[in-house]
């Protein structure tokens, strides 16, 4: 499997590939991804240019450890498979599909990723995948999207199309969202790979952004797109265990292991009632605290 | 490689270049504006010269106007203007003439 397979992606930065001024540094804002455009960011006249600033930005410029992957454009365009070439010659880490609505859209890319793979030298498996779910087919359709391909690290809700092939609109509530959401992160989970969520759009509200990122928090969600570097630290804020999480982890973890040599089951940390349920969640909020950067303990 | 037909990629923005071929006299004539020419017109001309070389263009008219871009901006709006003269968008050579 590929080690970036299950790295920490809270934020997904997207970025014009078709303008140098954005994507030569993006890497200062620190997100974990960014997401170099060439589908609706990009004018349908520079399609064309768009693909050699992406190819050279990708060859020459250090995103220092930020991954890098590529909106390629639908699978209905004449464009898709020449994305693929560029952004895998160029040396992206990961491909997003637009608009995917069965297994067979993921296996379509995935066979031509493999080809761009060995065309330009790259070791087989090396360039993942991500799926973008943008109409009530793909929702209904989202488990065997996720089990499609082992390249797959996740889904994407896009709630812009979703909202319009659902006959409604983005309110700011999540309410229009509520049923995706929840079936995504239940596709991902079931198969074992990550669930991103939505761009929140209305930059003047960040108080609304911050309730939206708390809200995908609580669901389930691994990270979110973004559009915009503010975004980026409410984000990393919100999905960063806080010390007190990190403690109360720690404590779990030793209890069980210790409990568990003693034959207890259930017992107490801090008043609340402990069992073996809780142990994959506690080593879950260490994992994410030790890539997020701030675990300073020894588990 | 020969330029078929005039053709121009990039933009005036900052960070970015506006980049026209068009068919030659026998040889490469570059016409360089740039804010920051005499810091780095000489690296913008080599950089120029490079990418026209690999691409085989010997026989050209390029303008070029600058906008503080980096190298492979650069580069990335020769190739774009080149390719556009020859109307090929697809199966290019990338890693090859395009590196």
């Not at chain 1, 509530?173 to 669930?195: D, F, K, P, S, Y």
Request: aromatic letters at 6%; one cysteine or more; a negative charge.
């Amino acid at each position: 499997m590929n080690p970036n397979k299950k790295r920490l992606r809270r934020t997904m930065m997207f970025l014009n590939a078709q303008k140098p001024g954005l994507i030569k540094d993006p890497y200062i804002y620190k997100p974990d991804s960014i997401m170099l455009d060439l589908e609706d960011a990009v004018a349908e006249n520079q399609k064309d240019a768009a693909r050699f600033s992406l190819y050279h930005a990708l060859q020459e410029i250090d995103y220092r450890g930020v991954e890098r992957v590529v909106r390629i454009n639908a699978l209905d365009t004449p464009y898709w498979k020449e994305d693929i070439r560029c952004s895998v010659a160029g040396g992206c880490d990961a491909i997003r599909i637009p608009k995917t609505e069965c297994a067979n859209d993921v296996k379509l890319v995935e066979s031509a990723v493999e080809y761009a793979e060995r065309e330009f030298g790259r070791p087989k498996g090396s360039v993942l995948i991500m799926a973008a779910i943008e109409s009530a087919r793909g929702v209904m359709k989202a488990l065997e999207i996720c089990e499609a391909s082992d390249r797959l690290f996740g889904i994407a809700l896009s709630g812009g199309d979703y909202t319009k092939d659902l006959q409604t609109h983005i309110t700011g509530t999540g309410i229009e969202l509520m049923g995706a959401r929840q079936n995504l992160v239940i596709a991902a989970r079931a198969a074992g790979i990550q669930c991103f969520d939505t761009v929140y759009t209305d930059l003047d509200n960040m108080e609304g952004f911050r309730q939206d990122v708390q809200n995908i928090h609580l669901m389930g969600f691994d990270g979110k797109s973004i559009i915009n570097p503010r975004q980026i630290s409410i984000v990393h804020e919100i999905y960063t265990p806080s010390e007190k999480d990190i403690i109360f982890a720690e404590k779990v973890v030793t209890e069980i292991d210790t409990k568990k040599a003693q034959g207890i089951g259930v017992f107490t940390v801090d008043g609340k009632m402990i069992d073996i349920a809780f142990y994959d969640g506690a080593k879950r909020t260490i994992e994410l605290a030790k890539t997020s950067g701030v675990y300073k303990g020894d588990l | 490689m020969e330029i078929k037909k005039p053709a121009m990629a990039g933009t005036l923005e900052s960070s970015d270049c506006q980049v026209t071929v068009e068919a030659g006299e026998g040889k490469i004539d570059l016409e360089l504006n740039s804010a920051v020419i005499n810091q780095f017109g000489n690296q913008i001309r080599k950089v120029t010269f490079e990418t026209l070389e690999r691409l085989g263009v010997k026989d050209v008219k390029i303008t070029i106007v600058d906008k503080g871009a980096l190298d492979c901006t650069i580069k990335a709006r020769i190739e774009g203007a080149v390719y556009r003269s020859l109307e090929q968008i697809e199966h290019l050579p990338w890693g090859g003439a395009i590196r």
